[in-house]
């Protein structure tokens, strides 16, 4: 855009409108009561110069106060709407055209629009919106731009083609204005392509992770919830909102519970910890877990991410062998003790026949 406009340039500025308005004053006035005196022969011309200037004299003033000097403020506002209006549109971090809608070609644009289109300003203005625009067709532009001007607002996704032939999504806001007495609309360009893509990483890895058969948690340092998987709700009873609202104390066993804090200053100067818990289930019922758990960056903030996974039957399978262990033990003491009683038997026996055999001697 041109340069701002001062007001001392203009040909309608406050100034020079006081001075035209009091040479028109003065030149009526002198003329009207040259001819009024002339005619009527009531005075000279020096009365008739005097009558005039001294209304120029009274007017001036009255003018200037009431209609010069708010016109005058009213002007220097604008001129810093002006302003304000330029510093956003050229340091907006998204890219800014006002487009024709007769010619689809832009009339204007900022800075960011030659990153975000990729062509220099002289080349954005000499383009057309379908030299960029890779999903509607010059119909369904002009059915759009249309729809723009009558409702005034508009937001929608497409894909534009930058001038390197690389193409990037884009979600635009169309709003149509008046330009010096012409109906046009500006569009601001947003590059969502990188927005999207992360979008996209973070469903995928959702999806990942509900699909996890271990429960997994983030959790501020203070033990609210973050995030949960859904082996972490379903596996526990709760709904995802109901497992969110809980904290990590009322989620441990009472015992459990009361290990969080120093667990808590011992993490924070590891770089991970492996240990048991017990959390509680919807229906009161106790789930044993084994928790693999460190620190980790979330959102710029240090939070716990914890990876827990159900021991239940790991436990059940442990206490079978410990029991079957225990029955072995007592087997093989009731076998050793019986092979105790059999050679004590053995001997005894063994005794009492060389007592016999020495008695017959």
């Not at 919106?129 to 723009?148: L, Q």
């Not at 930058?162 to 500006?186: C, E």
């Not at 995928?204 to 058969?213: E, F, G, K, P, V």
Request: hydrophobic residues 45%.
């Amino acid at each position: 855009m041109d340069a701002p406009v001062k007001i001392r340039d203009m040909p309608w500025a406050p100034w020079r409108l006081l001075v035209i308005i009091a040479a028109a004053v003065f030149v009526t006035e002198t003329a009207i009561m040259y001819l009024f005196r002339y005619i009527l022969a009531l005075g000279e011309l020096p009365e008739v110069v005097f009558d005039p200037l001294m209304l120029v004299a009274v007017l001036t003033p009255v003018l200037y106060y009431f209609l010069f000097k708010p016109m005058s403020r009213l002007i220097a506002e604008q001129r810093v709407a002006e302003q304000r209006y330029r510093t956003l549109f050229e340091e907006s971090p998204d890219g800014i055209l006002i487009i024709d809608p007769e010619t689809t070609k832009a009339i204007e644009c900022n800075e960011m629009s030659s990153v975000v289109l990729g062509y220099p300003r002289e080349e954005i203005l000499n383009l057309r919106i379908g030299d960029y625009e890779t999903i509607e067709t010059p119909a369904e532009t002009s059915a759009h731009i249309d729809r723009v001007l009558i409702g005034d607002h508009d937001d929608y996704e497409t894909v534009i083609r930058k001038k390197d032939g690389t193409l990037r999504d884009m979600h635009i806001t169309s709003r149509g204005v008046r330009l010096n007495g012409r109906r046009v609309f500006n569009a601001i360009f947003r590059d969502v392509t990188d927005a999207k893509a992360a979008k996209r990483d973070a469903m995928l890895m959702a999806h990942l992770l509900d699909a996890a058969t271990d429960s997994v948690f983030v959790h501020d340092l203070g033990g609210n919830f973050l995030y949960v998987n859904r082996s972490a709700f379903e596996g526990r009873g709760y709904t995802k909102d109901e497992l969110m609202a809980m904290n990590l104390k009322t989620l441990d066993a009472p015992e459990y519970a009361a290990l969080i804090a120093p667990r808590m200053g011992e993490l924070m100067e590891k770089d991970g910890m492996i240990f048991e818990s017990a959390h509680l289930r919807k229906d009161g019922s106790l789930m044993p877990v084994e928790v693999h758990t460190r620190v980790v960056e979330y959102g710029g903030k240090k939070v716990v991410l914890s990876i827990a996974r159900d021991i239940t039957e790991r436990r059940r399978v442990l206490k079978e062998l410990e029991d079957r262990i225990n029955e072995l033990e007592r087997f093989q003491n009731a076998t050793m003790r019986r092979e105790l009683r059999m050679k004590e038997l053995s001997d005894r026996v063994r005794t009492l026949e060389e007592e016999l055999k020495g008695a017959r001697g």
